[in-house]
Every structure is written in structure tokens, then in C-alpha cells.
DNA sequence: ATGATACGTGACCCTTTGGTCACCTGTCAA
DNA sequence: TTGACAGGTGACCAAAGGGTCACGTATCAT
């Protein structure tokens, strides 16, 4: 399994992606934090967590008997590098905001 | 099925992946010549490329009996945008370019 | 017109994956 | 030191996903 199989894969749940949203809402938090913000037991919680760690999206430190977890962009922005070069950067870039803009008219 | 749900489940697998790459080098490619460069029969390469589509990551065209594929990098875009703010963008940007600086050397 | 070409559909099989549970290890506080 | 708390493992099951095939429709060239 390469690096980025497991970025991707770990991407692909919707309950690891909301794992990343809380995490960057809010870094440095536990497993049982993180839990308690889920409808999911804490052994679910875990395995996302683990492969999330594993894909380096997220970086975990111990403290004591908790481990602290934290968001890690690094991956996503290889993600973005992959398909969008330089050139078309600004392009993508002001259609996203123009869309954005656009959005916000009532 | 949310459009992002349908944009990650599209960026899981790694053929989806290299098809992507392949319309990243060139665009307006058909079925039967995207399905010449995999160890794939066509149905195989058919479902991927719908799936792509669903997710507008690629944008198709017709032309006669032939089936043009686009590729589109808004939905990439937005992926960075949800976990990369602007106050991180240049910190990583810097580090992801670090990286690249430091593989280069022999 | 008719054969070849390009794309499309539905059903099918096998593997992968998400979620839970019983059970276990390490750490903190009274 | 002993009970409560935070985290970890392996097995298990139901559901989703990747790939193929038989068969079908539309378009092109001769």
C-alpha cells in the first residue's frame, strides 16, 4: 500500500473526514473527547483515528495515559498538487472565490 | 450521496487516480483510448469514469459515437480549501516546497 | 445496407471495509 | 493499593465496492 493509497482511503469516510473537521476546529484533542462528538462506540472511533494516523493526516502525541491528536495538512496539500499545477492554480483559485461570491447573494 | 461524499469515494481508488493523471497530461480522451493504457477490460474502465463523472471531477463531451473526457480540478480545490485555511496555505506551501528542495539534492 | 466501431446496461461474484464486542494493558487519584 | 479511567487487540458480521460478462443501441465507413 503506497502513501497516498492510504491518504485517499482514509479520505474516503465520512466519518474520518468529520474527525478532520473537529480536529480543525480544534487541535490536541483525546480519543474519548473525540468519541463523545460521534454516535459511534469508542472501538469505531479508534480504528478511523488509527487510519488517519496511519495516512499521516493526523499526528498523535502521548500524555500520560491520553494521546493527543492533531490535524496534519501536509497530505492534502500534495493532494491538490497532484492535479493542479502552478499555472492553472490562479485560475481554479478565483473561479472557487467567484463561486463563493456568488453564493453569498440573497 | 453528498457531492463530497461522491468526490472522495471517486479519489479512493487508485485507477480512478491514474485516470485522472492520464487526462491531467492530456484532455479529450475517449473510453476506448483511456481503456488502452490499463490492464482493464472496458466495463471496468467505464464504471470508474462514471463515477468520475457523478463527481465532476471529469467533464465529458459527446462527438458522434465518441465520448470526449475533461479533467476538472474545481472539486480538488475545494478538498484543499476545507482543511487548508489562508493563514496555513503559505506555512505549508513553503514546507511542501522545503520538501521538494531537499529531495532533489543527490 | 451491412459490418465494424464506440459506448451503454444489468446481473453476478469475490474482496474489502465499517462497526461492534469480549477481553487486556497501562496510568491516575484517593 | 485498589478502583476508576484512557487506551489497545483480535475476532466476527453485514454492507459496500471492484471487476467481468452476455447482451443491447447508436454511429461511422465502404
Not at 459511534?40 to 494516523?53: C, I, P, Y
Amino acid at each position: 500500500m503506497t502513501d497516498d493509497d492510504r491518504v485517499f482511503k482514509a479520505l474516503a469516510d465520512p466519518t474520518r473526514r468529520f474527525l478532520l473537521d473537529l480536529l480543525f476546529a480544534r487541535d490536541g484533542r483525546t480519543l474519548t473527547e473525540l468519541e463523545s462528538e460521534l454516535e459511534m462506540t469508542r472501538f469505531g472511533v479508534m480504528k478511523h483515528l488509527r487510519l488517519l494516523e496511519e495516512a499521516g493526516l493526523v499526528v498523535t502525541r502521548r500524555s500520560g495515559r491520553e494521546k493527543l491528536h492533531f490535524l496534519n495538512p501536509v497530505p492534502i496539500r500534495l493532494v491538490h498538487d497532484r492535479w493542479i499545477d502552478k499555472y492553472t492554480e490562479h485560475q481554479v483559485t478565483a473561479l472557487v472565490d467567484l463561486k463563493h461570491r456568488l453564493e453569498d447573494q440573497p
